[in-house]
């Protein structure tokens, strides 16, 4: 079979079980487009406004539904818009393959019209990149791109084809890769230290799990209930770990880290055994390494040695794959009750609930509260809904009071922390999961960083519900200027535009609440629409995230507001 | 420089285009000055060998390093010795004037103190090769600058063989090996 090379990457894909692919044409794209053109029925190609919107679209695909998500983008321009995303998919694990057009082979290294050196620039925020040259090489990269991709802990690959190895013809055959020498995504497990580990915590007073994403990427969700309900071991989230567990369960003591809970921050520092599953002790958790959980034993379960012993000095290492590991610790458990050490983060949450929970979600006058909006929304989803988030407020907002049923429902850009992240990604989860209701919250700067995917959301009928928390400030740099640099607003303050006409002009119904009388039925009125919707909520201006653990400062030094700390709060 | 070590790490790639750029790059981050850098195919086929010096006064630092250049798809392996897990070695050329050494009159003691092979003579240079650790090879250019001028003067990175009897590569390629057998089985 005598075929193009834009067509084996076509059927490469299809080998793979692409259905759909987030993109953008141009010059030196242009070949596989063509050939996209014959294959309309089986690969949906979802046509996006700005190449950043590509690849945060399929972060959203591949967060929800587990599958690869794949960008198609252009040469030069094409390529370094991607980039962001790229980055944000490498720090948050996300697997994608993202394939760029490139100029001919024989102009590369000639600074041709939209070259970019694509293999320098991507090399560092993916897993793994290479150049196509001739397109008898496309089956073969292309089978290497998901295997690394998805394997292992997963990432973003670069496949960057030169426009003649698009055009010129080879033959085809696909074999899919489960095998590289110089790579190895996973170990066996190592029984000896699972007994250790079991050992541990068979003898902890006072244990404290931290869940993270890894639980969810390695779909071992039973897994870890299994292993926290016979053990009875309390846990916290990371920001990326949440929908792992549901909310509402007795051992879910919330979020970790700045702008998580006060109970499993505290009890950081207090707990005799300390076990991370698929984390990572990302700064934004551990505050300062050196006052942090340094009384505990500390048993890290994790799929990439490079992340053991990196942040936090480990006593049992457990490397592998936690959906193998854990239910082999689990067999080493004895059926534990640790009511007394449940008891003690009872306090700590009713404080945090005075302080500020009850004022954040329940305000009785005043401006509409952030939390409260979030609160109503999830409510009015039975927590069933997907919770995908931009950046900033709006984000620590929705990680804190969103509440989750099931996994796979948390979407946002954890560790890059990409404003404009939200409305791209929303969706891609929308993709991803067609039966579930999409909900985004946002702000209004990070909505008008990628603010042209409502054009993608209008040409696709995607319907996703976008609730834009607008205070008209860049509210977490505004928060830090209040409280670190004594109130000094520099570009903080934003004069927005009117969002319900820019809603308008895209064909996508909106509604701008300002009272607080008219947010369930707004709210009501959003779900129950068919299609897209744009809920605007005028908040508070100078709303704050609290709790807050300043950045550096021990994970117990936990602001409350109105100067108070968790110390004094009493 | 406050009690830094020199640590030699040893990579084991594929052969791929741009392998060196991803391990330089995690030097970067981690804000390492490279002092050597050997590359070569290794006695494996279609395998390099890299062989880089740097300092630190942080072997855990070194421990994240190897790890994280490990965990690169194209790399097979990577680890870090100290000089004395070692026999380690590198190598120098010193080109000087022909006229210069027949002025100075006898190099015999030179040649025999330092062992130094005289790779080349002609009317114009003399070659010498020296074989040494850095400061073997230092000593030589320091003497022969001061007493006859040294008009062109280069070192090789460094070499290494580690002395433990552990041979890491071909043990890990028999693993890898075993490994590819089962996943065939399967």
């Known amino acids: 079979m005598n075929i193009t090379g834009s067509e084996t990457l076509i059927r490469s894909l299809l080998a793979e079980g692409v259905n759909t692919i987030f993109g953008y044409p141009g010059g030196a794209i242009m070949p596989v487009f063509d050939a996209l053109y014959d294959f309309k029925k089986e690969i949906n190609h979802v046509l996006v406004r700005h190449e950043q919107g590509a690849v945060h679209a399929a972060q959203g695909y591949a967060r929800v539904s587990g599958k690869t998500g794949v960008a198609l983008v252009t040469s030069g321009p094409g390529a370094t818009n991607a980039i962001t995303g790229i980055t944000d998919a490498m720090m948050d694990s996300t697997p994608l393959v993202v394939i760029s057009g490139q100029v001919a082979s024989f102009l590369l290294g000639s600074d041709a019209f939209q070259e970019a050196d694509v293999i320098s620039l991507t090399q560092p925020i993916t897993k793994w990149t290479y150049q196509i040259r001739r397109p008898e090489d496309i089956p073969w990269a292309v089978s290497r791109a998901f295997y690394i991709a998805a394997s292992g802990r997963p990432g973003p690959v670069m496949l960057d084809i030169a426009r003649d190895a698009q055009l010129n013809k080879c033959d085809y055959s696909y074999k899919k890769t489960d095998f590289l020498r110089s790579y190895k995504p996973l170990s066996e497990p190592e029984l000896d230290k699972i007994e250790l580990a079991a050992e541990i915590i068979n003898s902890a007073k006072k244990p404290l799990a931290l869940v993270g994403q890894g639980v969810i990427l390695g779909n071992a969700e039973e897994e870890l209930l299994a292993f926290l309900e016979k053990a009875d071991i309390p846990f916290g989230s990371t920001i990326l770990g949440l929908s792992a567990m549901p909310t509402d369960h007795p051992l879910n003591n919330g979020m970790l880290g700045m702008h998580g809970n006060v109970s499993p921050n505290m009890k950081t520092n207090e707990c005799d055994v300390l076990i991370a599953i698929g984390m990572r002790f990302d700064d934004r958790v551990t505050g300062n390494l050196a006052t942090y959980a340094k009384q505990a034993k500390v048993i890290h379960f994790d799929i990439d040695l490079a992340e053991m012993d990196k942040n936090v000095k480990t006593t049992v290492k457990v490397l592998g794959d936690v959906k193998e590991t854990l239910p082999l610790m689990t067999n080493f458990l004895e059926k534990k009750s640790h009511t007394d050490w449940k008891t003690e983060f009872k306090p700590y949450d009713k404080t945090e609930f005075d302080c500020v929970i009850k004022e954040e979600l329940f305000p009785e006058s005043g401006d509409i509260k952030m939390g409260e909006v979030i609160n109503k929304v999830t409510e009015a989803t039975q927590n069933k809904a997907i919770c995908v988030t931009d950046v900033g407020q709006n984000q620590m907002m929705a990680s804190r009071y969103f509440k989750y049923t099931q996994s796979r429902s948390m979407v946002t850009s954890g560790a890059l922390g990409t404003m404009g992240f939200g409305l791209p990604a929303s969706i891609g989860a929308k993709y991803g999961a067609p039966d579930r209701t999409v909900c985004l919250f946002v702000g209004d700067g990070g909505i008008q960083m990628t603010i042209q995917e409502l054009g993608t959301i209008m040409e696709h009928n995607v319907d996703v519900k976008i609730i834009l928390l607008n205070n008209s400030w860049l509210g977490m740099v505004r928060q830090w200027q209040e409280l670190f640099f004594n109130e000094r607003y520099s570009e903080t303050q934003m004069h927005n535009p009117d969002f319900i006409k820019i809603a308008d002009a895209y064909n996508i119904k909106g509604k701008k609440v300002t009272q607080r009388e008219e947010l369930d039925d707004a709210i009501a009125e959003m779900l129950s629409h068919k299609g897209a919707y744009l809920l605007e909520v005028q908040v508070e201006a100078k709303g704050m995230v609290y709790p807050m653990m300043p950045a550096g400062s021990c994970v117990t030094n936990i602001m409350l507001g109105e100067g108070r700390t968790i110390q004094n709060a009493k | ?186």
Do not use: W
Request: net charge negative.
């Open chain 2, 1 to 186: 420089m406050t009690d830094k070590t020199l640590y030699t790490i040893t990579i084991f790639s594929e052969n791929a285009v741009g392998v060196l750029n991803q391990i330089t790059a995690i030097f970067m981050r981690r804000q390492l000055n490279i002092e050597t850098l050997s590359v070569s195919p290794s006695a494996i086929e279609g395998i390099h060998k890299f062989t880089i010096t740097a300092y630190s006064d942080d072997a855990e630092l070194m421990k994240k390093l190897v790890r994280q250049i490990d965990k690169r798809v194209d790399i097979l392996k990577a680890y870090f010795n100290i000089d004395e897990e070692l026999v380690h070695q590198e190598l120098a050329m010193y080109k000087l004037s022909t006229e210069k050494v027949m002025e100075h009159g006898s190099v015999e003691y030179l040649i025999r103190k330092y062992n130094i092979r005289v790779l080349e003579i002609t009317k114009d240079c003399v070659v010498f090769l020296k074989a040494g650790h850095y400061a073997e090879t230092q000593g030589l250019f320091d003497e022969l600058a001061a007493e006859i001028g040294v008009l062109q003067f280069v070192r090789s990175g460094r070499i290494a063989i580690t002395t433990s009897p552990l041979e890491r590569l071909s043990d890990m390629l028999a693993k890898i090996e075993e490994e590819r057998m089962k996943l065939q089985s399967k």
